[in-house]
């Protein structure tokens, strides 16, 4: 007796934990740069999954060029949502870019330019996601840096966004978005 309700319990624990794990489960790539403040985690409606991004870019490479600003995903609900995080001050949005039907956003790369290659540090320069069907969604940004290596894949989808963005800071080589992460859908 003691040891079936032991075994029961021991079973429930792992449910819970494992739970726990898919709950939680975030994507993030290592060549992003340390600059800024994380922005709030922002969920595609329940339900909902991210189907398509567009990437907003600072094109005018001025003295203080910051290249990759703001990554908005479109959530697959009714009202077709947008999520962001928090947004780069700067730039203009590029072309919206889709999975195929039925496919949602899985795993994405990083072009960064490392702080201290250049005079004028720009950090994030682009992004490029593939979808669930394995389909990669060509990149939208600026060309300086390189693509580092893809994240994990999130199995269900990607449902949420959070931004890491240093703000405008007229004193300071802005840099804008530095870098990504992605929540897995539950
Ligand atoms: C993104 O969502 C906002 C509301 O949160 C909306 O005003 C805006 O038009 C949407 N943008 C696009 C490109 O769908």
Redesign the pocket.
Known sequence: MTSRLFSAGASLLVVVLALGLVDSLTISVTNGETEGEWGPVELCPAGSRAVGY?SRNDLNQGTDFTSLNSI?L?CDDVD???VTSTEGFTGQ?GP?RSCAAGAALSAFQLRVQPNGVSADNTAANSIRFRCTDGVELASAGNQQGTFGTYSDDCLTGICGIQTLVKPEDVTVDNTALNDVRFECCA
């Open positions: 567009q908005r479109f077709a949502s947008n949005y919206g």
